[in-house]
């Protein structure tokens, strides 16, 4: 007896939704996380580009605290980062040299969009760290 292809497609028609149905999810998780991955990373940049340009102005003799901090806020809410915390302080560097130090943290429950720590892991925080050398001392 010669089998059909009709009884051949028949036979294995639920072959493609049981398969759609493994892949989807995965392939759905994937996706997410990708995406989740590249936004934090986004984020990230943007609060060291914050930091770094907090400390370009404060290494300036005539700085005040009050015009890194603006400056500092002003590329946090452009960013969209409104939640966060600034650290200024002056500091001497290795060899000897005053300096500054910015620090900005963000909690990353303010950052995710999916926010789903089981799926995806994330830091608490994201911080960060730039230290200059003042002009002029």
Do not use: H
């Not at 700085?63 to 960013?79: C, K, Q």
């Amino acid at each position: 007896m010669v089998k059909t292809r009709r009884e051949n497609k028949r036979r294995y028609r639920g072959t493609a939704v049981v398969e759609a149905a493994i892949v989807f999810p995965l392939l759905l998780i994937l996706t997410l996380g990708a995406i989740e991955y590249g936004w934090l990373f986004l984020k990230a940049q943007l609060v060291t580009n914050a930091a770094r340009q907090g400390a370009r102005i404060g290494i300036l003799e005539d700085a005040t605290e009050a015009e890194v901090l603006a400056i500092i806020d002003g590329l946090m809410i452009a960013g969209g980062l409104p939640v966060y915390t600034p650290t200024l302080s002056d500091t001497t560097l290795p060899d000897g040299r005053a300096g500054i130090l910015v620090q900005i943290q963000v909690p990353c429950s303010d950052i995710l969009i999916v926010n789903a720590p089981s799926l995806f892991p994330t830091p608490e925080y994201l911080r960060a760290t730039v230290t200059m050398a003042k002009e002029g001392v």
